[in-house]
């Protein structure tokens, strides 16, 4: 989609800049689904219960398509030595993070997108590729995106990821929650091979009565805490531990939905600076205009 | 009447043992009926438990010799044909068990009586309403990977089972089991440690002497050790804290305050019961266990007085004989105070009745044997 070269960009961006400048946000942003279903679903990751055998890694990849390679080269541990996030190639990975008390097991916590209930991706991206689908799946529409990366820089947990080595059509690529498996009635590929249900799958409501039940019975196990009960104003991925979450690398957060597109890209970015919402209306605009332009003319 | 009279005996007779049987419930004293129950009056035949966990641990240990030898475990083919079934060496591990908890290692939650298997409470499907425990998979991994995993640091499926592509049609088959048993553990005697503590860096342990003495059992110390504690194949540099170095020994010891009941500068010989208290357990104490003396709930000195335990000694009662010598008839009905003096029995003295010249052991008070 990024075809022109940044002086035609600028050179477009001046021409209708006056026009679009004037426009509210509401205008230039497509319309997008944003369902909160009662219903809607999710999953209790417990980090106490995970071994980091990485087969996660392995059927998420291969229900995506993605070169997956030989299922037990995911035996090697030695991917541990560093930490890892998710991106282009591998939608989840897990870490290893060393116990404090050293005759015990490590922790392992698996990351992918957390499917938050007010997603700052899906009011970041100003032409509303993101939804909010009712069975609690976060997912992407790669005919909609302008390649802007905004949802990138908004997420939270960092999660959306570019395709940087691909000149052609670069898709930004994130967990869909395995939207395609559960519509047909399976579980999502991670949960489905998990061999220790480390990953327990359910509706979300359902999964905070689990979650506080074996937070009540085994207050040796666990820390008195559900990350993503209400982080972010919930999620649909949530965490128990026994170890505080920051240890974890999960980033402390409030219970605010995080920041849309305006503060999150003025804090992002332009900290201190201040453009006006139209500069980036503006941006946005000339890049969907672009980009229906290649369209047409693909046609 | 006689009639009516029978009755009543049968069924007085009848309560009484009705109350015997409940009495010895297992579980009678330490839970409520409808915990593990779910009709009003459970019977033999129809005991009518429920079968899935309480928030308790319940549960009887068995004989190792009725274990079952092997278990194959192939109930999660219909969920997924990735992994073959597992042949699972059931008796060969339940050997082991007593040392890491015994069968409720495994077979937790299990009431009393009938022992279940994981798929009983554990559902085999991983999409099913109640989500609190986890399904038949998650159950079986579970148990086994966090041992297997301590033993090797690693997660080897292969271990367990083979990826069903690599098996060829005739490799699956189910072991022999019968001949294989875990070897004896050979008991350690003395194990000498070399501490940190400067007052006192050696610490002596005769593992016999705590075994013997204390009439202990392996469990009654390794109650919550894993395969790994042995089976370790690489070891990790461990640096284990002060807590869970003494935990062990803290069960019956003070190693809080009283750190050179343990660690002294040198080599502790055996326990020797003489030398440390000047008490000699001839052959009459030797064999008798630590606590008939001392008191079952902590530890009660003693003096060296004989009455202080044997309270009801009296010439009626006491068999003289047993110390080998046989009281001539003219000393048999002393009390023992006039020979023994200031309860001192070891030897006797005998001027209360004799003259000066009469003394023990020239002279004797009967006939030796
Ligand atoms: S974790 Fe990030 S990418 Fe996933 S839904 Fe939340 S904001 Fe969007
Ligand atoms: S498959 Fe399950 S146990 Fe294995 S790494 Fe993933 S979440 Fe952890």
Redesign the interface.
């Known amino acids: 989609m990024l075809k022109q070269d940044r002086r035609s960009f600028l050179k477009t961006s001046a021409l209708i800049g006056a026009g679009i400048t004037g426009l509210k946000s509401k205008d230039t942003k497509a319309q997008t689904r944003h369902v909160i279903s009662e219903d809607r679903m999710g999953v209790?990751v417990d980090t106490t219960?995970c071994?980091?055998?990485r087969k996660c890694e392995w059927a998420c990849k291969t229900a995506h398509d993605l070169p997956a390679g030989d299922?037990?080269s995911y035996?090697d541990?030695s991917v541990y030595e560093k930490m890892r996030r998710p991106d282009d190639k591998a939608l989840t990975v897990v870490n290893e993070y060393s116990n404090p008390?050293?005759?015990k097991?490590p922790t392992n916590v698996k990351v992918q997108c957390m499917h938050c209930d007010e997603p700052a991706c899906l009011s970041a991206c100003i032409v509303g590729a993101f939804s909010k689908d009712e069975s609690g799946s976060v997912v992407w529409d790669t005919e909609k995106c302008i390649g802007c990366r905004y949802c990138m820089i908004a997420c939270p947990f960092q999660i959306p990821a570019f395709e940087y080595d691909k000149a052609l059509q670069p898709d930004i690529k994130k967990c869909d929650f395995c939207i395609e498996r559960t519509t047909q009635g399976q579980?999502p590929a991670c949960?489905?091979?998990?061999?220790?249900?480390a990953l327990?799958?359910?509706r979300r409501k359902?999964?905070i009565e689990?979650a506080r039940?074996k937070i009540k019975?085994y207050p040796d196990r666990y820390i008195d805490s559900i990350l993503g009960d209400t982080e972010v104003g919930g999620t649909s991925w949530m965490y128990l531990s026994g170890r505080d979450f920051q240890e974890l690398d999960f980033p402390k957060l409030g219970e605010d939905p995080a920041p849309g597109v305006s503060e999150s890209i003025q804090h992002g970015i332009f900290a201190y600076f201040v453009p006006p919402i139209s500069l980036y209306a503006l941006l946005g605009g000339v890049m969907w205009l672009n980009k229906k332009k290649e369209k047409s003319k693909e046609e | 009447m006689k009639k009516i009279s029978i009755i009543i005996l049968v069924f007085i007779s009848a309560s009484i043992y009705a109350q015997k049987e409940l009495e010895q419930h297992p579980m009678a004293k330490s839970l409520e009926c409808n915990y593990c129950h779910s009709c009003e009056i459970p019977t033999k035949d129809d005991p009518c438990l429920y079968t899935c966990p309480r928030t308790h641990m319940v549960t009887l240990q068995h004989p190792v010799e009725d274990a079952p030898e092997v278990i194959v475990l192939d109930e999660l083919k219909e969920q997924s044909d990735l992994y073959a079934p597992v042949v699972f060496s059931h008796r060969l591990h339940a050997e082991m068990s007593n040392m890491a908890g015994g069968c409720q290692l495994c077979h937790h939650y299990n009431p009393p009586g009938v022992i279940l298997g994981c798929q009983e409470c554990h559902e085999n499907s991983r999409s099913r309403t109640d989500l609190n425990k986890p399904d038949l998979k998650g159950a079986y991994h579970r148990q086994c990977i966090d041992c297997h995993r301590e033993w090797t640091h690693e997660v080897e499926c292969a271990s367990c089972h083979l990826l069903n592509e690599k098996i060829v049609a005739d490799e699956v088959q189910v072991k022999d089991y019968s001949e294989i048993k875990h070897p004896k553990i050979i008991e350690p005697t003395k194990i000498v440690y070399n501490t940190e503590f400067d007052d006192g860096d050696i610490v002596t342990f005769y593992h016999d002497e705590h075994v013997n003495l204390f009439n202990l059992d392996c469990s009654s110390c390794h109650s919550n050790s894993s395969c790994a504690s042995c089976h370790d194949t690489t070891p990790l540099k461990l640096e284990p804290t002060l807590d869970q170095l003494h935990r062990v020994c803290s069960e019956c010891h003070d190693t809080e305050d009283d750190c050179t009941n343990c660690h002294i500068k040198k080599e502790r010989p055996r326990f020797n019961h003489e030398l440390i208290t000047g008490f000699d357990l001839n052959k009459y104490h030797k064999n008798i266990d630590c606590k008939s003396c001392h008191g079952k709930d902590g530890f009660k000195g003693l003096n060296d007085n004989c009455g202080t335990c044997h309270t009801d000694w009296s010439p009626g009662n006491f068999d003289h004989k047993i110390t080998g010598l046989i009281l001539s008839e003219s000393h048999e009905g002393n009390d023992c105070e006039v020979c023994h003096e200031n309860n001192n029995f070891k030897k006797p003295t005998c001027s209360m009745c004799h003259d000066e010249d009469v003394t023990y052991p020239d002279f004797m008070p009967g006939e030796e044997i």
Do not use: A, S
């Not at chain 1, 949960?191 to 249900?197: K, M, Q, T």
């Open positions: 209790l219960v071994i980091g055998c299922i037990e035996e541990r008390d050293p005759t097991l579980l949960v489905e091979i998990c061999p220790v249900e327990t799958y359910g359902d999964l689990v039940k019975n």
